[in-house]
Every structure is written in structure tokens, then in C-alpha cells.
């Protein structure tokens, strides 16, 4: 049961966002500002009980952190256009320094 928490909640936390989009179930706004701690929380909870995949956990968390930064307006305007091609080349560095 334990690999099906990630999946089960990004489809409650999927379907959630598409319905509220949609029109058919709007999201309290509280929901809304604070729904990136859900992967900070998995991030953790997998790098704290999972030794198999510890960089995917603290790829998680840090990207959960990001996101809950942004949706709490901690970060200035123009850190949010560089973080994702930052993030790609320290995604290609690390795959390239890693041992086969």
C-alpha cells in the first residue's frame, strides 16, 4: 500500500485542480495556496522511510518547496522563469557525473 499513497494522491490533487477548472467544484482558496506542501510531505515522508530512491525523494521535496515558495509569494518574480532551466542543467550534470 505504501507505493500507492504518491499515485493516489496526485490523482485526488489532479482531479481536484481539473473540476475546479472545469467549474464543476471550485477549490477553497486555502487548498489552492498551500496544496505544494502535499509533495514537500511525500518528499520527506520518502526520504525518511525509503532508502531505494533518496535523490528522487529530495528532487521532490525541493520541488515542493519551490512551488509552495511561489504560492506564498516568497520568491521575487524573476526566480520563477530561470528555476526550470536551472533545474535542467543540474538534472543533466548529475546524470552525466553519475557511475554506470
Known sequence: MRRYGPGILLIILGVGF??????????????WRWWPLAIVVLGVAYLLFSWSSRVAAGVMTLI????LARQLSLLPGAVIPTFWPVMMIL??????????
Open 64 to 67: 515542493g518547496g519551490f512551488l
Open 91 to 100: 538534472s543533466g550534470l548529475w546524470v552525466l557525473t553519475q557511475k554506470k
Open 18 to 31: 481539473f473540476f475546479d477548472h472545469l467549474g464543476i467544484w471550485k477549490l477553497n482558496p486555502t487548498i
